[in-house]
């Protein structure tokens, strides 16, 4: 096999593939946010330890 078969086509950059690359890094930031949310819930005893 030679050197062509390891290194797939760079795809086209369309506004789509952005758009979904965009969602996809939210996505990810709001699962941090609300992970990071979470344990500090957990941590606070009663809302005045904010």
Excluded: C, G
């Amino acid at each position: 096999m030679n050197k062509k078969d390891y290194n797939p086509k760079i795809r086209e950059i369309t506004s789509e593939l952005i758009y979904n690359h965009h969602m996809e890094m939210v996505e990810e930031a709001w699962k941090l946010f609300n992970w990071a949310r979470n344990e500090k819930l957990k941590k606070q005893e009663k809302l005045a330890d904010f």
